[in-house]
């Protein structure tokens, strides 16, 4: 079994967050240290380390958080004006904590992904 990380301790219940969706599979809650007027993050329930570590068994999950993210976009107002959906992976990638996460960005422009 993963070891338990923030994010997993926040889909059980264990730390609180502001959560915005959840079910069997993914959790999702607002980051606390947003970059975008609408920053939340979509977390599988279970530990997957990182993208990387994703397996076909996992497409079901990996579903799960894109069309969840799509649908708080809806929500959250954001949808028509566009959003950006986000995974980092790793150190090169920028992932902070070892528990796969999507990030979904938006509520103003957004500009360039990356600058040159």
């Given at each position: 079994?993963?070891?338990?990380?923030?994010?997993?301790?926040?889909?059980?219940?264990?730390?609180?967050?502001?959560?915005?969706?959840?079910?069997?599979?993914?959790?999702?809650?607002?980051?606390?240290?947003?970059?975008?007027?609408?920053?939340?993050?979509?977390?599988?329930?279970?530990?997957?380390?990182?993208?990387?570590?994703?397996?076909?068994?996992?497409?079901?999950?990996?579903?799960?958080?894109?069309?969840?993210?799509?649908?708080?976009?809806?929500?959250?107002?954001?949808?028509?004006?566009?959003?950006?959906?986000?995974?980092?992976?790793r150190d090169h990638g920028g992932q902070e904590i070892y528990h796969l996460h999507l990030h979904l960005?938006?509520?103003?422009?957004?500009?360039p992904m990356l600058v040159r």
């Amino acid at each position: 079994m993963a070891q338990d990380t923030l994010f997993s301790k926040i889909a059980s219940g264990e730390i609180p967050a502001d959560i915005v969706y959840q079910d069997d599979l993914v959790t999702a809650f607002r980051d606390i240290r947003p970059l975008t007027p609408t920053h939340v993050l979509v977390v599988p329930n279970r530990v997957i380390p990182t993208l990387a570590h994703a397996s076909a068994d996992d497409e079901a999950v990996l579903g799960r958080m894109v069309r969840v993210a799509a649908d708080i976009a809806e929500k959250e107002g954001i949808a028509e004006g566009g959003y950006r959906v986000m995974i980092n992976c790793r150190d090169h990638g920028g992932q902070e904590i070892y528990h796969l996460h999507l990030h979904l960005l938006g509520g103003r422009p957004l500009g360039p992904m990356l600058v040159r």
